[in-house]
């Protein structure tokens, strides 16, 4: 009995400081999520807008490309068969034109929790089974000899049945492995005892899983980016006018290579 109390005890300071640290993480995770909301916002208004009307003209050139090509064979004589696709538009349908997709489209800094399947419950095993039994026929309380005796029964029966519900095998090993009448607190121990390591594992798993979220946001692109931002703001620059000028420029050498192009095939 003393050294389960010892391991409740124990198990209660952990989880204490674990639930402080789910809360530290989950304050943490939330100002991580502001602020790339806050730097995608403005990333978006200033450069986002240059994303589609580049690939609108990439789209246009790579049009007029095909329709030089084909005007080309045309005249060399030969013609296509029915569902024919160039090796170029094969490629782009295949490789550039998913990385263009995820080019236009910032990370989004709130990851969304996957739904997990509906599980079978899990079948009751037979050792469980015939414990479960066993135990109940010692200490069922229709067995007793007196009202102290069906008090006590009562008591336990009910602590049985709720190990049994929550397939506590263990907490009714440890019931019958008594052969004297046994203390009847000491199976609500047994039981709080594993109702806290259960509680404990799922702290850790969660206190894992945070760490991994956080982990996800420190080195995500969106925040690559704007740890760069705050770098060359350090240096009087201004890293989303310098992007929009790039794109600026790119959009207009595009541009007028759809010019020349529309020229030359028309």
């Given at each position: 009995?003393?050294?389960?109390?010892?391991?409740?005890?124990?198990?209660?300071?952990?989880?204490?400081?674990?639930?402080?640290?789910?809360?530290?993480?989950?304050?943490?995770?939330?100002?991580?999520?502001?602020?790339?909301?806050?730097?995608?916002?403005?990333?978006?208004?200033?450069?986002?807008?240059?994303?589609?009307?580049?690939?609108?003209?990439?789209?246009?050139?790579a049009?007029?490309?095909?329709?030089?090509?084909?005007?080309?064979?045309?005249?060399?004589?030969?013609?296509?068969?029915?569902?024919?696709?160039?090796?170029?538009?094969?490629?782009?349908?295949?490789?550039?034109?998913?990385?263009?997709?995820?080019?236009?489209?910032?990370?989004?800094?709130?990851?969304?929790?996957?739904?997990?399947?509906?599980?079978?419950?899990e079948p009751?095993?037979?050792?469980?089974?015939?414990?479960?039994?066993?135990?109940?026929?010692?200490?069922?309380?229709?067995?007793?000899?007196?009202?102290?005796?069906?008090?006590?029964?009562?008591?336990?029966?009910?602590?049985?049945?709720?190990?049994?519900?929550?397939?506590d095998?263990?907490?009714?090993?440890?019931?019958?492995?008594?052969?004297?009448?046994?203390n009847?607190?000491?199976?609500?121990?047994?039981?709080?005892?594993?109702?806290?390591?259960?509680?404990?594992?799922?702290?850790?798993?969660?206190?894992?899983?945070?760490?991994?979220?956080?982990?996800?946001?420190?080195?995500?692109d969106?925040?690559?980016?704007?740890?760069?931002?705050?770098?060359?703001?350090?240096q009087?620059?201004?890293?989303?006018?310098?992007?929009?000028?790039?794109?600026?420029?790119?959009?207009?050498?595009?541009?007028?290579?759809?010019?020349d192009?529309?020229?030359?095939?028309?």
């Amino acid at each position: 009995m003393d050294n389960i109390q010892q391991q409740i005890q124990m198990l209660q300071t952990e989880i204490a400081a674990d639930e402080v640290t789910v809360a530290t993480l989950n304050a943490e995770i939330q100002d991580l999520q502001a602020e790339l909301v806050d730097f995608k916002q403005r990333y978006d208004s200033a450069v986002k807008s240059l994303f589609g009307r580049i690939e609108v003209v990439k789209d246009a050139i790579a049009e007029l490309e095909e329709k030089r090509k084909q005007e080309v064979l045309r005249k060399a004589g030969w013609n296509p068969p029915e569902g024919y696709e160039s090796v170029e538009e094969q490629y782009r349908r295949k490789w550039q034109k998913p990385r263009e997709e995820a080019a236009r489209t910032a990370s989004d800094p709130h990851q969304v929790p996957l739904q997990m399947p509906d599980l079978p419950p899990e079948p009751v095993s037979p050792d469980l089974k015939k414990l479960y039994h066993q135990l109940a026929r010692r200490y069922h309380p229709d067995h007793a000899i007196d009202e102290a005796d069906r008090k006590y029964r009562t008591k336990l029966m009910a602590q049985i049945n709720a190990a049994y519900a929550d397939k506590d095998l263990a907490s009714l090993k440890t019931l019958a492995d008594h052969p004297e009448k046994v203390n009847v607190e000491e199976p609500l121990a047994v039981l709080q005892l594993r109702q806290l390591q259960q509680k404990s594992r799922m702290l850790r798993q969660q206190i894992f899983d945070l760490k991994q979220q956080q982990q996800s946001l420190l080195h995500c692109d969106l925040m690559k980016l704007k740890v760069e931002e705050k770098l060359l703001k350090r240096q009087g620059r201004d890293l989303l006018k310098e992007l929009a000028a790039e794109w600026e420029a790119e959009y207009k050498t595009l541009l007028q290579k759809l010019y020349d192009l529309r020229r030359e095939v028309q």
